[in-house]
């Protein structure tokens, strides 16, 4: 990729950015408020739905992306895909947003949305492991895709609970999705994580470090299953062994704290659909750090995952589940730091 290339891309990016940050504007004056209660963050009614501009930013770049960057397109099928089921995820997360829906009714568009994407062909079938090699999944790797795409949208959805803390970290780990896909000249992939970044660009500022609007489930909802879908499509990256890793690598905060959150609820006997306040930043909140710290935090992690995903795609295939592992280790020292503040604030007596 040429300078001038690279130039023209952030040119279009910033355009989107700004389309965004407009679009983001104008549901602050819609005001499809958020009203508080006691498992929320912020105590004063808040305009949600921001995340409009993020869906609005990006579907306005994939549609400049499919009729004029052919080389960065994918088959036909699966662009049609990724756009019926994005789409489908931000439709009815809006109404949510607007509706308050139950869980049940919004895990079942997000299983149709990933059917939707899993239909086009976008699955994983292979897994390339060390010292095995390709492990072809057959039919398995229908329904390990489909958890894959459930468990990223909800994990970003359950995370954006503070400001700046889901965006934040979705748009740092696009950023670093889009210079491992440059390198392995994987251009829909490229093209798609910077799209999603100028949208998280256009909104940050109106949610960080004061929220003058939520993303709300549109944005969150839509963040992740995006994030899904290009982990999919980074898994086909030929050259690097293992490669489905990549986007967990970069989503490692987000998907350790909903995965400890779920596990430890389900241990205590505690029903997995009931909205709670129990997530690690949400006890490090309660238990007195600001909202500021906490995300700049999980923006280090996911910045830390980056670092780590580089390195990966330039290590031996033995050392690539260990790169992998490592990035547990910081996530270990902040479920320390966060249930020692707990305790000290009686919050928590685990």
Request: no cysteine; aromatic share 6%; hydrophobic share 65%.
């Given at each position: 990729m040429t300078l001038i290339a690279f130039l023209r891309h952030m040119l279009f990016c910033g355009g989107l950015a700004l389309?965004?940050?407009?679009?983001?504007?104008?549901?602050?004056?819609?005001?499809?408020?958020?009203?508080?209660n006691a498992r929320k963050a912020h105590a004063i009614p808040t305009p949600k739905g921001g995340g409009v501009g993020i869906v609005v930013a990006f579907l306005l770049g994939m549609a400049v992306l499919y009729g004029t960057a052919t080389f960065a397109?994918?088959?036909d099928p699966y662009f049609r895909g990724v756009i019926l089921a994005a789409s489908a995820i931000a439709i009815v997360s809006f109404i949510d947003d607007v509706r308050d829906w139950p869980f049940a009714i919004k895990l079942c568009a997000q299983v149709l949305a990933a059917l939707a994407a899993i239909g086009s062909g976008l699955w994983i079938s292979v897994f390339n492991l060390p010292g095995i090699g390709p492990l072809d999944l057959g039919w398995l790797g229908i329904p390990l895709t489909l958890f894959w795409?459930?468990?990223?949208?909800?994990?970003l959805n359950f995370i954006d609970g503070l400001n700046g803390l889901a965006a934040g970290t979705a748009l740092v780990a696009c950023l670093f999705l889009a210079i491992i896909a440059a390198g392995q000249d994987g251009w829909f992939v490229y093209f798609a994580a910077l799209l999603l970044a100028s949208g998280l660009a256009g909104f940050l500022p109106f949610n960080f470090p004061r929220a003058r609007i939520f993303m709300g489930d549109v944005g969150s909802q839509f963040c992740g299953f995006?994030?899904?879908?290009?982990?999919v499509a980074a898994a086909r990256f030929g050259a690097i062994e293992q490669s489905f890793l990549l986007v967990p690598m970069l989503l490692s905060g987000v998907l350790y704290d909903v995965a400890f959150t779920l596990a430890r609820r389900a241990l205590a006997g505690n029903r997995l659909t009931e909205a709670h306040r129990g997530h690690l930043y949400q006890l490090a909140h309660r238990a007195g750090m600001s909202a500021p710290r906490i995300a700049i935090t999980h923006w280090g992690f996911a910045a830390i995952g980056g670092l780590a995903a580089l390195a990966f795609t330039h290590s031996p295939a033995w050392a690539k589940p260990a790169l992998a592992l490592s990035l547990v280790l910081p996530q270990l020292g902040w479920t320390l730091l966060v249930v020692r503040r707990a305790r000290n604030a009686q919050i928590v007596k685990w």
């Open positions: 389309v965004s940050a407009i679009t983001v504007r104008a549901m602050i004056t819609a005001r499809v408020m958020d009203t508080p397109r994918l088959a795409f459930l468990f990223a949208t909800n994990a995006v994030l899904a879908v290009l982990g």
